[in-house]
């Protein structure tokens, strides 16, 4: 049990406490609108046991007079998250992928570095897939793209694209193979503006399977974007290859029927 002089001392301490701070506050001049602390500046000084938070839920107003200020910040703007600079002659278009046919491609996750490395390869003709994520297999007003075991009565091919008219739609299968050629390329892909969280910078890793499904994604978008083959072994419209590249003519045709077929637009802003 505490001894009855021993609860005064501390009371008399706890007092002391109290009001060796109050005259801080005192001591303070009103705050202006701009050496207001942000919310989270306040919150720092609540653990001194007085009330200063609550006083920051006033400090939009202009009529507060509340001398509350502890340590006014320089710069209480946070800083705003990094964005991303998008060349303005980028066409985008919306493509849905449809995984309900998939045994491979099953989610928007597993398909990331898929429509990475597509991403990449269209980026040089400045083409910009805005992908949505179906199980749905019914195909829509927009360029579709099935995955799917196999080619409906196309046995053996890794994918195709019904241009010309509607239906705008691409299968290509779970598991295409290629011939490798030299690409030179490096292994991770940058990550589209598009991707949830991604920041300027950010690298997503393509293993060799997702690069040959992206390319071939590619290759078929190349398709619906009006490009027939042309078979040197490095170019995206070689059929069966891992080449990637375009000609300054395959890059004037894309773009010309991206904003044709496809009423491609640049997105300025992502919803
Ligand atoms: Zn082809």
């Not at 706890?14 to 001591?27: I, N, V």
């Not at 500046?41 to 009529?63: F, K, M, V, Y």
């Not at 793209?145 to 994918?159: A, D, L, R, S, W």
């Amino acid at each position: 049990m505490m001894k009855p002089h021993l609860i005064l001392a501390l009371l008399a301490m706890l007092s002391a406490c109290s009001d060796s701070y109050k005259p801080s506050f005192e001591r303070n001049p009103p705050p202006t609108e701009s050496t207001l602390p942000a919310d989270s500046e306040a919150t720092d000084t609540s653990e001194t046991g007085s009330d200063p938070a609550d006083a920051s839920d006033d400090s939009n107003t202009a009529t507060d007079t509340n001398p509350v200020t502890p340590e006014p910040k320089p710069d209480p703007t946070p800083t705003p998250a990094p964005q991303f600079t998008v060349d303005p002659e980028t066409l985008s278009f919306p493509v849905v992928f449809h995984l309900g046919g998939s045994n491979v491609w099953q989610s928007e996750e597993k398909l990331r570095p898929v429509i990475a490395e597509a991403q990449r390869i269209l980026q040089q003709a400045k083409i910009e897939i805005l992908p949505t994520y179906t199980t749905d297999m019914n195909p829509t007003e927009n360029m579709d793209v099935f995955f799917v075991p196999q080619i409906p009565n196309n046995p053996g091919v890794n994918g195709i694209s019904y241009g010309g008219g509607a239906p705008l739609e691409i299968y290509v299968i779970d598991n295409v193979g290629l011939n490798k050629v030299d690409d030179q390329r490096p292994a991770d892909a940058p990550a589209p503006r598009y991707f949830k969280g991604a920041k300027p910078g950010d690298k997503i890793p393509v293993s060799a399977d997702e690069a040959e499904q992206g390319r071939t994604t590619a290759h078929e978008i190349g398709h619906q974007l009006g490009l027939p083959h042309r078979q040197n072994t490095t170019n995206l419209l070689a059929s069966g290859t891992t080449g990637w590249t375009l000609n300054a003519a395959e890059i004037a045709t894309v773009r010309a029927t991206a904003l044709d077929k496809f009423k491609a637009k640049f997105v300025q802003t992502l919803p």
